[in-house]
T-cell receptor, first 110, second 114 residues
Framework: GQQVMQIPQYQHVQEGEDFTTYCNSS?????IQWYKQRPGGHPVFLIQ?????EVKKQKRLTFQFGEAKKNSSLHITATQTTDVGTYFC??????????FGTGTRLQVFP | SAVISQKPSRDICQRGTSLTIQCQVD?????MFWYRQQPGQSLTLIAT?????????ESGFVIDKFPISRPNLTFSTLTVSNMSPEDSSIYLC???????????FGSGTRLTVV
C-alpha cells in the first residue's frame, strides 16, 4: 500500500539551531501537505506543494517538493521554543484523502 | 477556514460497549474524514464520509466496527462498536477547509477502554 516515511523520528535542537525533516513516499504524489501538531493538540495545516521542484517559504520555514514528486522537506531556520511539536507531511494520490507520514517530533531546548 | 467542533473530548468506556463521536462543521463540506492516532504516533485514516452515500473504509477497518453517519454536509458521527482495550486511541475528524486546500481537524476524542 501507499507509505509515507519521515526522518528523523525525533530531533532535539538547541534554540537558534536549524532543523530539517525529510518525507519520502513509496509512490508519486499529486501534491503534498505539511502539518504541525503541538503536544496534546490536533494537526494544523501549514502549506501545500503541488508542482515538481516547488519551493515555498513561510517566515523561517522553507518547504520543498522533489522533482519526482515523491519526496519533500521542511527546513526551519533558527528554531524557537514555539517550534516544538510534531511535523507531519501528508501526501495525496489523485484523491481527496490524505496519507500521513510517520512524523518528526521536534524538541527545542532554550 | 472551517471550524470543526468534536465531542466528546475524552471518555473512559467499558469493554463491549459502544461510543459515538460527533463532529459539527461550521460550513458545508463535501467530504469528511475520520482518523485514529495512537499517542506519539501518526494518523491512520479510518474512512471517508460522503453525504448521501456509504462511507468508504480503508484496509483494516470495517463498517460493523466503525459505523459512520453523514446525514448532511455539516455533520458526521463515528461509532466505535463493541469496544476492546485495543480501541483505546485518539479519534479525529477532518474536512477540507476553504480555498487553501488545507484540511481542518477537530480537537480529537481521547478514548480509553477498560
Amino acid at each position: 500500500g501507499q507509505q509515507v516515511m519521515q526522518i528523523p523520528q525525533y530531533q532535539h535542537v538547541q534554540e537558534g539551531e536549524d532543523f530539517t525533516t525529510y518525507c519520502n513516499s513509496s509512490t508519486t504524489l499529486s501534491n503534498i501537505q505539511w502539518y504541525k501538531q503541538r503536544p496534546g493538540g490536533h494537526p494544523v495545516f501549514l502549506i501545500q506543494l503541488v508542482k515538481s521542484g516547488e519551493v515555498k517559504k513561510q517566515k523561517r520555514l522553507t518547504f520543498q517538493f522533489g522533482e519526482a514528486k515523491k519526496n519533500s522537506s521542511l527546513h526551519i531556520t533558527a528554531t524557537q521554543t514555539t517550534d516544538v511539536g510534531t511535523y507531519f507531511c501528508a501526501g495525496r494520490h489523485n484523491t481527496d484523502k490524505l496519507i500521513f507520514g510517520t512524523g518528526t517530533r521536534l524538541q527545542v531546548f532554550p | 477556514s472551517a471550524v470543526i467542533s468534536q465531542k466528546p473530548s475524552r471518555d473512559i468506556c467499558q469493554r463491549g460497549t459502544s461510543l459515538t463521536i460527533q463532529c459539527q462543521v461550521d460550513s458545508q463540506v463535501t467530504m469528511m474524514f475520520w482518523y485514529r492516532q495512537q499517542p506519539g504516533q501518526s494518523l491512520t485514516l479510518i474512512a471517508t464520509a460522503n453525504q448521501g452515500s456509504e462511507a468508504t473504509y480503508e484496509s483494516g477497518f470495517v463498517i460493523d466496527k466503525f459505523p459512520i453517519s453523514r446525514p448532511n454536509l455539516t455533520f458526521s458521527t463515528l461509532t466505535v462498536s463493541n469496544m476492546s482495550p485495543e480501541d483505546s486511541s485518539i479519534y479525529l475528524c477532518s474536512a477540507l477547509s476553504g480555498d487553501n486546500y488545507g484540511y481542518t481537524f477537530g480537537s480529537g476524542t481521547r478514548l480509553t477502554v477498560v
